[in-house]
């Protein structure tokens, strides 16, 4: 009597009282960002998104700008390097917008779920709930880590201050450079849209 007496107060509490609540709503709207800051530098999912896209099209832009009007070659490969730039960058946003629409969503609609854990027969109702939760928290985590290693992954091949000129854009630098950011960027967009599927694995839900 005492275990039900305390379970039914606990839920109870969790699905009337806004104070308490806001506290798992942080967790699950904010509490993922010390994680991906401690991993990116102090980045978060937005600055990371936003510096892989400025990158990208400085590269492009720069490979265009240099090949005039004849020189076919560099002009496909400007034209590549914008396109997988936009693609992942539109994934991303697209995955980014999704994760939080549906974290809000599935808090808005939380005080329901957690009212169903007080009884056995509805209980698993309130863990799929939160198992939901946990699935999203996980997959922000994993977006924002990919989000950042894309970014990486262009300040390494295009160093800040040294981005293309007519003298560095030779077919060794092309073939050196621009074609395996082609390939890492195709295989991280690739990688954006299996997250979901990883963050399910890795909790289970």
């Not at 060794?172 to 954006?192: A, C, Y």
Request: glycine share 10%; with cysteine.
């Amino acid at each position: 009597m005492i275990k039900n007496v305390f379970a039914i107060g606990l839920v109870l509490m969790a699905a009337t009282q806004w104070t308490w609540f806001s506290y798992l709503y942080d967790i699950f709207t904010n509490g993922h960002q010390p994680y991906i800051s401690a991993m990116t530098g102090g980045k978060n999912e937005i600055t990371a998104l936003d510096g892989f896209y400025n990158r990208g099209m400085d590269t492009a832009f720069a490979i265009l700008g240099n090949a005039g009007m004849t020189d076919f070659g560099q002009i496909f490969m400007g034209i590549i390097v914008f396109a997988v730039t936009a693609i992942q960058t539109a994934v991303s946003v697209y995955l980014l917008v999704t994760a939080k629409m549906i974290t809000a969503l599935m808090l808005a609609i939380g005080p329901v779920f957690i009212a169903f854990g007080l009884f056995p027969v509805t209980r698993g109702y309130m863990m799929n709930w939160f198992g939901v939760l946990l699935n999203l928290f996980t997959f922000r985590l994993l977006l924002g880590g990919c989000l950042y290693m894309s970014y990486e992954v262009y300040t390494k091949i295009v160093p800040s201050g040294q981005l293309y000129t007519s003298g560095q854009l030779s077919p060794n630098t092309m073939q050196d450079k621009i074609l395996p950011l082609v390939m890492i960027l195709g295989i991280s967009t690739f990688l954006l849209k299996r997250l979901t599927d990883y963050s399910a694995s890795l909790t289970g839900n």
